[in-house]
């Protein structure tokens, strides 16, 4: 069956839900034909809390995505996120059948199901099972066993997982509007994939995509997949902290912190004040800067804090070569760089999307990385479907109930 060249990401984020569409060429590149986006509701921290409000923004992202792209949706890969997502890294192990020494395709799905048969809760869905790495008769470094002569296959995975009603919400969110669902993807794989070149994913590295609900990270290494997390905390909280710190409202403090906010602190002129004007329900009112950044700054160094030591407990922060890869709204913040760069003491970059073209304001925009990464994600899978001679790509996921239209 022909495939379609045209393929969709759609993030349900916490702040604004994007689609995004890409036309993919026959060398594996890919074109973003254009963006819709409409501003989120019903969605708290990257979930899903009125399904009837965030549906409705979804229809809406998507008549806009076809209206700017000038093309038909019919399906779409979708991200999905949420403090209930978990992740741990396990190993199968099977023994090759005495009668045969070669390991055959048959093998490796049989290995992928062994290191699946730990105890999930039972609410819970597998959403990846993405291979590190393959051992033939104890010989590590194995990228594709497939052919190879052995009697021990044993494989290393991440495994991501998270509460099935939880993922469905957003699932349905997509049907309620008539596209069919093509992937199922959590926010830091995908974004991975629109940030990180497989150089950097060789080198070490980690991304951290910052929205407006949740902080998305993933950390890979020697190419793979090591470890995975997701922080309740983005953006909201930091304007959150800004409206009770300086006594303003909500969205005066969101305003603030887009137009004025730093994490630069001890630069200003001292006791220097932004004056904010009169508006429907809100006064007016001076407020210092040194205090704005003093806040924003203290919030953005504890998120950073709480992932470094989630990354530690997994792998040394030394062997991640190619450092810190930045992404999400969040990442727009000025001196956001520095503080990570200081937390880290690895090497910090602001997120570019690598090997993708397409109209620059999508491109630099790092509230996109999600939707394209979505593309790219399921443009490789379909790269690998095609020619299953493309072993060992870090995309290999698993069946259940998230997988695609029949
Ligand atoms: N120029 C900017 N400076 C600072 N913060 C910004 C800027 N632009 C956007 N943001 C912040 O980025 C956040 C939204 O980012 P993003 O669009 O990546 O979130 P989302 O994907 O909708 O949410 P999530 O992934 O958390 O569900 C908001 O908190 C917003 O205030
Ligand atoms: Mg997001």
């Known amino acids: 069956m022909a495939r379609s060249d045209i393929l969709v990401g759609v993030e349900v984020g916490t702040s604004k839900v994007c689609a995004v569409v890409g036309e993919t060429g ?5 074109r ?25 923004c979804v229809h809406d992202a ?3 995505a076809e209206t700017n792209s000038d093309a038909e949706i019919g399906s779409v890969s ?14 199968g192990a099977i023994l090759i059948p005495s009668e045969r020494f070669e390991i055959d395709e048959e093998d490796v799905s049989e290995v992928a199901v062994k290191a699946r ?3 999930i809760p039972t609410e819970n869905a597998f959403l990846h099972s993405i291979i590190q790495h393959y051992y033939v008769d104890g010989q590590d470094g194995v990228l594709n ?30 049907r309620e509007n008539g596209v069919q669902l093509d992937e199922v993807v959590v926010n830091s794989l995908a974004s991975a994939q629109a940030v990180l070149d497989q150089h950097q994913k060789d080198l070490g590295a980690v991304v951290i995509d910052m929205g407006g609900g949740v902080t998305d990270y993933i950390v890979y290494e020697n190419g793979a997949v090591r470890h995975s997390g997701v922080l309740a905390v983005g953006g909201d909280h930091i304007s959150n902290d800004i409206s009770l710190g300086l006594r303003i409202p909500l969205t005066r403090a969101e305003k603030l912190k887009v137009e004025e906010g730093s994490t630069v602190l001890g630069q200003g002129t ?7 004007k009169n508006d429907a329900g809100f006064s007016g009112k001076e407020v210092e800067r040194e205090m704005l950044n003093t806040i924003i700054h203290a919030r953005v160094r504890e998120m950073f804090e709480l992932i470094r030591k989630g990354i530690e407990s997994e792998i040394p922060l030394h062997l991640l070569g190619a450092g810190v890869v930045l992404t999400g709204g969040c990442s727009l913040i000025k001196g956001i760089k520095d503080v990570a760069e200081s937390v880290f003491d690895l090497p910090v970059s602001l997120a570019r999307e690598a090997g993708v073209s397409g109209p620059k304001s ?7 990385s999600t939707a394209i990464g979505l593309i790219k994600f399921t443009q490789a899978l379909r790269a690998e479907e095609e020619d299953p001679g493309l072993f060992g790509s870090v995309l290999q996921k698993i069946g259940g109930i998230f997988r695609r239209k029949g």
């Open 145 to 174: 066993p497939i052919g190879m002569v052995g009697r021990r296959l044993e494989a290393d995975y991440h495994i991501i997982h998270g509460v099935k009603t939880r993922l469905q919400n957003t699932l349905r969110c997509i």
């Open 270 to 276: 001292p006791g220097e004040m932004i004056v904010l």
């Open 78 to 91: 979708v991200a999905v996120t949420g403090s209930h997502i978990r992740s741990f890294n396990s190993r």
């Open 62 to 64: 998507l008549a806009d």
């Open 117 to 119: 048969e730990v105890n």
């Open 362 to 368: 999508v491109l630099n925009n790092p509230q996109y």
């Open 32 to 56: 973003i034909l254009g963006v819709g986006s409409a501003p989120s509701r019903g969605v708290r921290k990257g979930e899903i809390v009125d399904i009837a409000i965030a549906t409705e």
């Open 26 to 30: 026959r060398e594996g590149t890919l």
